[in-house]
């Protein structure tokens, strides 16, 4: 289960509190060295945990709260309403051109899960907006990522564009936005290479693909599961690329949350979309108040 860690010990911290009508200044300031560990111990980000804990002891502070009826309540009202803005406040859709195709390019680190983002994606707007993808096949170098689109493509019933592996992924990428515009695809997704970790080659290639391709969406795919880690590559593509959105994947095998609750302070870029599961109806979008419900449990 997500979140595992981090909601026991949110619930731990600020168990103490409740059931006191008064919280006096050392019970907050134990409550707040306890959520401070809470979140480190969940890798969140430095910055952003120090950023976080001193808003909410600011807020907490207020003579109204500390003095007001169900002080513990409140509190956990205000952890509650920080970790929403913490993670983006509302949800963020996907951008969406004003005429077709909308161009949404995948991109990110090798196994981060972008083909079955992609996939995923695809499907949804399939399913609930009758839409009409495409599906365009640019990751050259393991002719296993191909083979895997076209299998997900089989499943989903949306058609894939490929050339093999001996032609140019800018070439391949030309080649696939003319064949969706011959057949009015309103969607084009295009899935490109990732590395097991970032290089100047790849940020290279990807940056030729956006320069040709205009995406209306880059879509950056991280593994929750691999926490920091994920946030610095997020900052990698981000500072390279300027992506326009973020899937979270593996939620389902994250126990701790630190990606999910850093990404959005550290890069300025929204999550959008978290994935929590491999099978295509396992994408959810990301909604920062629902999150935040979950982790404080
Ligand atoms: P890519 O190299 O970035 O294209 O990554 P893939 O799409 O091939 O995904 C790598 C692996 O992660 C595959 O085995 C996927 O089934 C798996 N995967 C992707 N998203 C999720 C998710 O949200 N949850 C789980 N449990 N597995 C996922």
């Known amino acids: 289960m997500a979140f595992e860690g981090l909601t026991e010990r949110l619930q731990n911290a600020m168990k103490r509190l409740r059931g006191k009508g008064k919280v006096s200044e050392s019970d907050l300031r134990d409550t707040m060295r306890e959520i401070r560990l809470a979140l480190l111990e969940a890798d969140v980000n430095f ?22 009826l169900n002080p513990a309540q409140q509190i956990v009202k205000i952890v509650d309403e920080e970790l929403t803005k913490t993670m983006g406040e509302t949800a963020t859709p996907l951008n969406k051109s004003t005429k077709i195709p909308t161009i949404i390019m995948m991109v990110g680190l090798q196994g981060a899960g972008k083909t079955t983002t992609a996939g995923k994606l695809a499907n949804r707007l399939k399913t609930e907006d009758k839409a009409r993808p495409l599906m365009i096949a640019a990751d050259v170098y393991r002719p296993a990522a191909i083979d895997q ?19 140019d992924p800018v070439e391949i990428v030309r080649q696939g936005l003319a064949k969706a515009e011959e057949d009015h695809n309103d969607y084009v997704f295009i899935d490109t290479a990732g590395r097991l970790q970032i ?24 593994d929750a599961m691999t926490g920091q880690n994920a946030v610095a590559t997020a900052e990698g593509f981000n500072d390279k690329l300027d992506v326009t959105g973020v899937s979270l994947t593996k939620l389902d095998g994250d126990t701790r949350g630190g990606a999910a609750l850093s990404i959005r302070a550290v890069t300025g870029k929204p999550i959008k979309f978290v994935g929590e ?21």
């Open 149 to 167: 689109l076209v299998t997900v493509g089989k499943q989903i019933d949306v058609p894939v564009f490929e050339m093999g592996t001996d032609t």
């Open 277 to 297: 599961g491999e099978k295509m109806s396992d994408l959810d979008v990301f909604h920062p108040d629902r999150m935040a419900s979950r982790i404080l449990g």
């Open 47 to 68: 910055d952003v945990v120090k950023d976080f804990v001193k808003t909410v002891r600011e807020r907490a502070a207020g003579a109204k709260v500390l003095e007001g």
């Open 199 to 222: 290089d100047e080659q790849l940020m290279d290639e990807l940056a030729r693909i956006k320069e040709l391709a205009h995406p209306d969406e880059i879509m950056l795919v991280v």
